[in-house]
């Protein structure tokens, strides 16, 4: 009698339940651009800052970004919304922004340097250019749904080589630290409408240190060297974690005003830029988050690891936060990676 063939499993989950990324990433597009942008009235008050001229000087950034009058605009609009941002009240959301996109982004910049990893992925700057015009909590749901059903997340012994590790953790350094530093800081609005282009940077940083370094002539493995990239992510996102949002654990009202999405859809009338655009923020980074530590979940190779998973989220999210919890499951899969290599090449030799 033949027995009954089990559910379909993608290392961790039921393969079916990977439906819940693209249903994420269709009721994200809702909530960000129905209820963000328009029903809290964000787009109108952007559009009446950055529909004022040029030269009137009333709108700091209504300025001469690109000489090109459209796009102008359109950069208005996004500076607009992030140096609504820039004021001791929205610091910590900014923060907590900056520091767990550096570990988001940096992923698809790491798997698309493996040996197999499947083509139509290996275009990171493209995915981050992309998630950086039509949001992160939309865009990346989708890159997860694709990783997975191409076996991202069965991968075993797939290490990354000592050249590509090299240029990722510079790509990281050169191409996202240095520039999310400066805009943080240096609050100006052309450095700000540059920022928004850091995919970008990140891909020209990884092919210059390929150049100049070639992956091809530094084969042996880049565990080390990637492990230390995941590491500075996770000390930097702890640090400033621990320095800025543990003070908003002390009141629910600004933990709620910070760090919450808003359940409900706020006052247009009432409504300042900072409001609207923290609002739109929180949600973004709350899906983009979210959707990244689920599909960690699919790396557990058992029940218990899985629950170890789960327990760690949990608590480290809210001890080192979200980018530094989501850079320790990536030390620990590189890890895991790293240990079937060095089982694969064992088996080899035999």
Not at 83 to 107: C, D, K, R
Not at 143 to 156: D, P, Q
Not at 164 to 186: D, H, K, Q, R, S
Not at 208 to 229: E, F, L, N
Request: charged residues 10%; contains cysteine; hydrophobic residues 50%.
């Amino acid at each position: 009698m033949t027995q009954p063939r089990p559910p379909t499993f993608i290392s961790g989950f039921p393969a079916r339940m990977l439906a819940v990324f693209p249903l994420l990433a269709l009721a994200t597009a809702y909530i960000l651009f129905v209820r963000c942008l328009y029903g809290n009235g964000l787009v109108s008050k952007l559009h009446a800052v950055c529909g004022a001229p040029v030269d009137g000087g009333l709108f700091p950034m209504r300025t001469t970004y690109t000489n090109i009058p459209a796009l102008d605009s359109k950069l208005c609009a996004i500076v607009t919304f992030y140096h609504g941002l820039m004021n001791p009240t929205y610091q910590p959301l900014l923060i907590l922004m900056s520091t767990t996109l550096s570990a988001i982004a940096i992923i698809p910049f790491a798997e698309a340097t493996r040996e197999y990893h499947p083509k139509r992925l290996r275009m990171p700057a493209t995915i981050g250019m992309v998630f950086q015009l039509c949001s992160c909590g939309v865009i990346m749901p989708i890159y997860w749904f694709a990783f997975a059903l191409t076996g991202g997340t069965a991968r075993r012994g797939d290490r990354i080589n000592q050249g590509n590790a090299e240029a990722l953790l510079f790509a990281l350094v050169a191409g996202y630290a240095i520039p999310t530093f400066c805009m943080v800081v240096l609050e100006d609005p052309v450095v700000t409408a540059m920022w928004q282009i850091f995919p970008l940077y990140m891909k020209v940083a990884h092919w210059a240190h390929c150049k100049i370094r070639p992956p091809s002539q530094h084969t042996g493995s880049g565990y080390g060297t990637v492990q230390a990239m995941y590491m500075l992510v996770y000390v930097a996102s702890a640090y400033l974690h621990v320095a800025h949002i543990w003070p908003i654990f002390n009141s629910s009202a600004l933990f709620q005003k910070l760090i919450m999405p808003p359940m409900a859809p706020l006052d247009p009338s009432a409504t300042s830029i900072a409001e609207g655009a923290a609002a739109f923020l929180k949600w973004d980074m709350a899906i983009g988050i979210g959707s990244t530590i689920l599909i960690t979940l699919w790396f557990a190779k058992s029940l218990t690891g899985l629950m170890v998973l789960i327990l760690w989220h949990a608590s480290a999210t809210f001890i080192v936060g979200p980018g530094a919890a989501i850079a320790g499951v990536m030390m620990w899969r590189e890890a895991t990676i790293n240990a079937q290599a060095i089982t694969n090449a064992a088996e080899k030799a035999r």
